[in-house]
């Protein structure tokens, strides 16, 4: 415990010193510097509160214990002995909130998202169940009161997607949807299916933290850019110009075609977009596999081919399969309450972390 108050020290007197900063004119005349101590003085406050609530309980029970010593008449000494009852589970609480705020911070938390779903093994079915979970993860976005923007799709006949690519966007998206990244797994009757028989199909996601400029450099001359006729629905205009865009990253042997804008200046914007998060995701998810196996997370936050999850339609239940979590609410699930499987997830990370931690 020693160790950890001193680097709670460090941090309040860090916020303290933040506190000032913020309030000298000099540093809000220049927005930029403002902002960015702002939003470490905000990121700070949660655990600078808990400790001097901690402090404040502690120091209670310290004086409490020391009335117990003293000759009080019966009323005094329960209610001392009341009070230490209610404080002992209090301070218990707040050491273990203290340790989870304290744990190492993943520098992406903060950031947006590029979500791509694919129907994978399945065909047809494959294809309506990423549209269920295009629907799943927008109904819970919008619960969470982020904005969900479609960059990229590509429609089956049946009403699925093949593949549909998003940004999301909003308070610490990637803190929150970081775990879905993987093999999705349906099983049910499909409605294309007259024999009604049970029917086994897969949808993959990819969650990838929206990459800025600052975290990933990509050289222009190592990306290939092609410009084409978009094709498909969109009427005459659609064939008179090349305003597709395909851009290969050679150094990866990364792709990202996209045809959805007007203009090709729209196109290779977004393109862009999705190129930079894919190559980041890339150096990223090789960084995490040189990193020595069993230290990585328990939960995984990278490998699409991992199965972490399946629907099971028939008994109304979800599993999910590295943690063990089996909830029979699949059709709330399906809506987007999605809250109990995420704070699952987030805990069993933390939980994880945390031993590492006490036994590194």
Do not use: C
């Amino acid at each position: 415990m020693d160790e950890m108050f001193d680097r709670l020290q460090a941090v309040v007197d860090r916020y303290d010193e933040l506190n000032e900063l913020i309030s000298d004119p000099e540093v809000i005349a220049d927005t930029q510097r403002f902002m960015t101590l702002s939003k470490e003085e905000g990121e700070l406050r949660d655990t600078v509160e808990t400790y001097r609530k901690y402090k404040q309980v502690t120091d209670q029970l310290n004086e409490d214990n020391e009335m117990l010593h003293e000759k009080l008449d019966d009323d005094m000494e329960q209610m001392v002995k009341d009070e230490l009852k209610e404080l002992e589970p209090q301070k218990e609480e707040l050491e273990d909130h203290i340790r989870v705020l304290l744990l190492p911070k993943d520098p992406n938390d903060d950031k947006n998202i590029v979500m791509e779903i694919h129907g994978a093994a399945g065909g047809d079915e494959a294809s309506l169940f990423a549209a269920d979970l295009f629907n799943m993860y927008s109904r819970y976005a919008e619960k969470q009161g982020w904005s969900v923007e479609i960059v990229d799709q590509s429609a089956t006949e049946v009403g699925g997607f093949k593949e549909i690519v998003l940004l999301i966007s909003g308070n610490k998206v990637y803190s929150k949807l970081k775990y879905e990244s993987g093999a999705h797994r349906v099983q049910r009757v499909p409605v294309t299916e007259s024999a009604g028989r049970l029917h086994t199909s897969t949808a993959t996601v990819g969650v990838m933290p929206e990459a800025e400029e600052v975290d990933i450099d990509i050289d222009p001359k190592d990306i290939r850019t092609d410009v084409y006729r978009s094709s498909g629905a969109g009427g005459q205009h659609i064939n008179k110009t090349s305003s597709a865009v395909r851009m290969t990253h050679l150094p990866t042997g990364i792709v990202v075609a996209m045809q959805d804008e007007r203009s090709q200046q729209q196109n290779r914007a977004k393109a862009m977009q999705i190129l930079r998060a894919r190559v980041y995701n890339y150096y990223k998810e090789q960084e995490e596999d040189s990193y020595n196996a069993e230290r990585k997370s328990a939960v995984g936050t990278g490998d699409r081919s991992e199965r972490i999850r399946t629907y099971n339609y028939p008994p109304n239940r979800v599993t999910d399969h590295r943690i063990g979590l089996t909830l029979n609410k699949l059709d709330k699930i399906m809506n987007g309450e999605l809250d109990d499987v995420i704070d699952a997830l987030i805990l069993y990370d933390q939980t994880q972390k945390m031993e590492e931690l006490n036994h590194g």
